[in-house]
């Protein structure tokens, strides 16, 4: 089982709907989780980060976090053109950032 | 300010060449990574740095060699390289290792000839 899953996509949504981006994990200790964004060619940038359960807002991303059941989401409102690239999930485990494949977004106008 | 610095932003070798790629922080992060990332994979985790000191290396060859002159500074250096080592090779900082947030450099885009 890899330690962090998520589908590789593309999800492709149109231009104002919401996307939705899914990760599971398999390390019931960790404690830190964090959404990347990386557009084609360029570094991950850091987007939302979130450390207990519930919900987190910050603009149009929503980050969720279930550790019973060991699941992070991302939600982006009013998805926009530019919100097209690959957004990765990462976690905490064992003192060092494990990320998953990645899911491809694509957003249409 | 949450800026790390890479350079060169590329860098193209010869199989028999020794070179080096710089990374730079002045957030006062005490931890600091390098990862290394194929076309369409995530980045994997080469080394990290904790208070100067390497803390992880994940089974890298040695023709990869880092080194920590300093709390701001990573380096990596480069020595008989395979083609198959072309890829970009990330920089990342944190406030401490397992700690909050990493933040990535820009990247180096690598080619080995």
């Known amino acids: 089982q890899k330690e962090v899953e998520q589908n590789s996509g593309p999800l492709s949504v149109p231009e104002g709907a919401i996307a939705s981006l899914n990760c599971t994990y398999s390390?019931?200790?960790?404690?830190?989780f964090f959404w990347y964004r990386q557009y084609s060619g360029k570094s991950p940038e850091l987007i939302m980060s979130?450390?207990?359960?519930g919900d987190k807002e910050d603009g149009r991303f929503t980050a969720q976090l279930n550790k019973a059941s060991q699941y992070v989401s991302l939600l982006i409102r009013d998805s926009q053109p530019s919100d097209s690239a690959t957004y990765l999930c990462?976690?905490?485990?064992?003192?060092?950032?494990?990320f998953g494949t990645g899911t491809r977004l694509l957003v249409s106008p | 300010d949450t800026e790390v610095t890479q350079t060169p932003k590329h860098l193209v070798m010869g199989m028999t060449n020794k070179k080096s790629l710089k990374c730079e922080q002045h957030?006062?992060?005490?931890?600091m990574y390098w990862y290394k990332q194929k076309a369409k994979k995530p980045p994997e985790l080469m080394f990290v740095?904790?208070?100067?000191?390497?803390?992880i290396n994940e089974s890298v060859p040695s023709r990869f060699s880092p080194e920590c002159p300093n709390s701001s500074l990573l380096n990596l250096h480069l020595h008989a390289l395979q083609p198959e080592d072309s890829a970009l090779y990330l920089c990342?900082?944190?406030?401490?290792?397992?700690?909050?947030?990493?933040?990535f450099g820009q990247g180096t885009r690598l080619t080995v000839v």
């Open positions: 990342a900082s944190s406030r401490g290792q397992g700690d909050t947030e990493a933040f």
């Open positions: 390390d019931r200790g960790s404690q830190s």
């Open positions: 979130i450390y207990s359960n």
């Open positions: 990462a976690v905490m485990g064992f003192q060092k950032l494990v």
């Open positions: 957030m006062g992060h005490r931890a």
């Open positions: 740095y904790s208070y100067e000191k390497l803390s």
